[in-house]
């Protein structure tokens, strides 16, 4: 089994800074890629940021120069440091790793997902 657990979500005003974490736990042998999906209401769910194994990044327009993803690979973790926040930003915030798990092979594995909220 595998389990993603984030935190690091909440209410914050327009302009704010929040940080999100996503930290993973269970049996597998090794993370690809890393990622943060957000969904907003009414809204289908959306890429927001990627990072590779090897550190590169990548994101969302809509996101770039507010928004750094990062990765701690003895933590099995993965941050995501937002910054000048906007209303448009309120949603659910989800992480997504792709893992080895061995003869299960690789997969693609969610969190719950967070909430975030930015008041205007």
């Known amino acids: 089994q595998v389990q993603l657990v984030e935190s690091g979500g909440g209410l914050v005003q327009a302009g704010g800074s929040l940080r999100l974490s996503c930290g993973a736990s269970?049996?597998?042998?090794?993370?690809?890629?890393m990622a943060w999906y957000r969904q907003g209401p009414g809204k289908q769910r959306e890429f927001v940021a990627h990072i590779s194994s090897g550190g590169s990044t990548n994101y969302a327009d809509s996101v770039k120069g507010r928004f750094t993803i990062s990765r701690d690979n003895a933590k099995n973790t993965v941050y995501l440091q937002m910054n000048s926040l906007q209303f448009e930003d309120t949603a659910v915030y989800y992480c997504?790793?792709?893992?080895?798990?061995?003869?299960?092979?690789?997969?693609?594995?969610w969190g719950q997902g967070t909430q975030v909220t930015v008041s205007s």
């Open positions: 269970g049996r597998f042998f090794s993370i690809d890629r």
């Open positions: 997504n790793m792709y893992m080895y798990r061995g003869v299960a092979g690789w997969s693609d594995y």
